[in-house]
């Protein structure tokens, strides 16, 4: 970690020169027990020195036998420097709303960090609500602070607004790394009231500004200012597979049937897309594709809707946070007078908010772990008891989107796992909310199908021809064996798909000679 | 059936005198394999004689060896005239989006009508985005006929603007038993739009009128005009059993606890409230409570809500259908113009909109069929297969509430089946929407829970006696034997419960001497 020499020119507060310290001593302020607020969603806008800061102290108050733990709330996922570094030291007591570091993963699946999985759109409006109590403390990476104390939000905005709102103290990060040039790009909405003061949210289309560019923030509850000079945590950018690709294929040709049937506008409806190679490749497929004028209105903005922004294909996008590859942070900074006035970065209660999401008709296209053959589908748990990652913004979308989409390749781990399945493990989306599922075998529009009807649709389209026998002997069984013939079921069978592969390692059927492998939920496939 | 001389002066539109007709003749106009947009929501405002008409027409075609189907397309749940007759002759092919009748629900588990049991507040946008195809027909119940060929709504109004403005031909009963003076109660808003074109919905409280009080009619598409005079299906008022009164009183002891807290208004929030017993025993205890100048915005208005606006404690009332017994009925009529300001009528888009629900901070209190000991709530099936009715507008209030709550009897079936599970068989609500559980025994708290601290939250205060040590050991064996301990699970016995309730009627570990008696999807308890 470098610590540069105060940046005297990114905080402009005369008040806060005083709170200018280091990483370790803003640490110290930081009360056993709080509950912390921290920026960061997909890692960007995380702070980077004072939780690592803090995992270090955790390790030397454990090291004296001294108990001591928070409650980490974010926006989202963040990086090993908060995630990793205080899951590592045993430091995190509960931890909401989302995250998907491998240690963080490790220690809620062995039972050790209580972890709320929550709708990010739920996450702000609760704690205003004051269900989780209060927050004590905020720790905000900013990219510079205002002579008046305001804000210049950094790379993601999240929940920090209401971090900064309802903490009691703030500790700042100022990242002498992110460009300043960020200045301008996002909306801070400050409209929003408990209910029963509510009023509309005046956004009409996904380019609109209806804030702030700045962050408020009161300097009396500013506590330490903590001068950094670090990069976002970044993922290379992976070019897509052959699955990917042919699943971006199936989706394209769908949108060209809606649009031909007039079901979509020619431009189609505001994207939403996650991140990963499937969501790349789609990316990739409808910059290469017939659609012109598009626009997105997401969670993250990726290296695929930098790419569309460049190429014209998209001309607005808005997002809660960028999360670009080191080429494409390049790239993003580098041109970011061009990037300025495409891209709209807003509190996530803005860009999950389900009156923004189903206003504007959100085409939203997520990524799953599996799905059955009714189309309930399983975001987060492997063996439906360990956590992947989270459900993220994909309940939010999905539920109050113009199109549902999940996609997921076939089958996982070389073939062993089935991505489609007589019943989930777990069900984050159910059948009423999801209506297009796609893997690179095809894809299966299930709007206006009874549950059989679905069933036959997904084993006939999106299963993998090694499953596609055993999912239909299933389902034939289960309409002749089923208590009820609205919707199949073999009780006893239903979950013994996972039963199998938690013991073998695969879904196939036993053969002879075949030595048991014991699962490990760690081995599965990480949702794209 | 009646069938009254024609009632000119409810039919003041000239040009319709011409289509005046018998319920035959208009049942003859129906195409075979039409797609029929029905009005009715829990049989409120449902025509009456046209459908009864229609199914005698198939049964006559079925006899000569022909075969006649409908696509049936409604508000919510209808009458036996509808639901049932239509059935009964197996005169439906595909039914949307719920239904609760015993003919209608036999023919579904039977596997013979293809149901598509769908989120109330999607149904009409979903149909105007062409996902079902055209809607060839309405048949709408009215009161009254205005000489520009606008209609007095009836004592629902579902989705009626929807079939009107998009079915190619009109139907309408104009029903002489509805008062005339239920003129002036709708709201029916003219500003929907389909992406990308809509805008925020000007509605700021539950009393809000932000429409018209007549519904719009091309009469140039209205093909029959049939006069009727009878009343809704209606049930008997049952006064509320012992587990209800409890349940009740467990959420407004805990409603007090919130206003003491801060965290709800002290005449907290807008209610909405399903129908049934433990709904009733809900109003009869907020009616003798402590709370004054509540308001409700809800789906239907039962008779504890009218309860509560006679004795003031409830000031204003939205939904979009009254549901009243015989008595309340009675009451209605005779003091409609005491009633008639403080209750609005709306299409249950407004009425479920996610993002009407949200601003206004609905506290949605729905029942359920069973919970699972992480929260995961299943309202709609049996043993996973049997539908009862249909997740209606559960899921619209549950997901966008501002407090979530499902509520049940501990157990069904004189205790052979407890209402909560290891595993629910099917899921409607997912541990991310669900907040509050209540039983007789007791609440649960779910806010700020994770999976594992929800377990015991729920099995500790919402589980019968008898099976409260069963869960604990399934949940302490699955904190050892599960392969993640985030949501421990044994997929060997999750579903084990219901496996051997199907199988002896009972979820209770089977005991030397007793015999198995096979289950009927039928015998299980209606949700109240």
């Known amino acids: 970690m470098e610590n540069p020499v105060p940046a005297f020119d990114r905080i402009q507060c005369p008040a806060l020169h005083s709170k200018i310290m280091s990483a370790q001593q803003a640490a110290e302020l930081i009360p056993e027990g709080a509950n912390v607020g921290m ?9 980077k020195a004072v939780p690592l800061a803090l995992a270090e102290r955790i390790e030397r108050l454990y090291a004296q036998g001294k108990n001591f733990k928070i409650d980490l709330w974010t926006g ?29 993963r490790k220690r809620i699946n062995e039972g050790s960090i209580q972890y709320i999985d929550m709708h990010l759109s739920h996450v702000a409006q609760y ?41 009691d103290l703030v500790i700042l990060e100022v990242n002498e790394y992110q460009p300043l040039a960020l200045a301008g790009m996002h909306d801070i909405y400050y409209g929003t009231q408990v209910p029963p003061n509510r009023v509309p949210i005046p956004l009409l289309h996904p380019q609109d500004r209806i804030g702030e560019q700045y962050l408020r923030c009161d300097p009396n509850k500013v506590i330490a200012v903590v001068p950094t000079n670090k990069s976002d945590r970044s993922s290379a950018f992976k070019p897509a ?31 939403q897309s996650g991140v990963g190679n499937i969501a790349n490749a789609v990316l990739a497929g409808l910059n290469d594709g017939p659609f012109e004028q598009l626009t997105a209105y997401t969670e993250v903005l990726q290296d695929g809707m930098l790419h569309m922004l460049r190429s014209g294909k998209l001309v607005h996008a808005s997002a809660t946070a960028l999360s670009l590859s080191p080429e494409g942070e390049r790239e993003f900074v580098d041109h970011i007078d061009f990037y300025r006035d495409k891209i709209v970065l807003r509190p996530q209660e803005m860009s999950n908010h389900p009156e923004l999401i189903r206003r504007l008709g959100v085409i939203a296209m997520n990524a799953m772990i599996e799905a059955d053959i009714y189309g309930n589908v399983n975001s987060t748990h492997v063996y439906g008891s360990s956590i992947m990652n989270g459900i993220g913004g994909s309940g939010d979308f999905a539920r109050n989107a113009y199109l549902s989409i999940f996609m997921a390749n076939a089958t996982a781990k070389g073939g062993e796992l089935s991505c489609i399945v007589p019943a989930v493990s777990h069900v984050d989306h159910t059948e009423h909310d999801v209506q297009i599922l796609v893997t690179e075998r095809g894809l299966a529009d299930l709007r206006g199908l009874s549950p059989k009807e679905r069933a036959q649709a997904i084993i006939g389209h999106c299963a993998a021809p090694d499953y596609q026998p055993l999912l239909q002997d299933y389902f034939d069984r289960a309409l002749h064996g089923s208590v009820g013939k609205h919707t199949p079921m073999l009780l006893d069978e239903a979950l013994s798909w996972h039963a199998r592969a938690s013991r073998t390692g695969s879904m196939k059927p036993a053969q002879a000679g075949q030595a048991p492998q014991a699962a490990q939920a760690d081995q599965a496939t990480e949702p794209a």
């Open 39 to 47: 920026s960061g969603f997909t890692g960007s806008g995380a702070p």
């Open 76 to 104: 989202a996922s963040t990086a090993p420097e908060i995630d990793g570094a205080l899951a590592k030291v045993n430091g995190i007591h509960t931890r909401l709303p989302y995250q998907s570091d491998p240690i963080g």
């Open 127 to 167: 704690v205003w609500f004051g269900f989780f109590g209060k927050l004590d403390v905020a720790v905000i990476e900013v990219a510079g602070i205002l002579p008046d104390g305001r804000l210049i939000p950094s790379t993601s905005v999240g929940n920090n607004k209401t971090w900064l709102d309802l903490a």
């Open 241 to 271: 597979d052959a699955a990917s690709q042919q699943i971006a294929g199936h989706l394209i040709e769908f949108f060209k049937h809606e649009v031909k049937l007039g079901r979509l506008p020619k431009n189609l409806l505001p994207l």
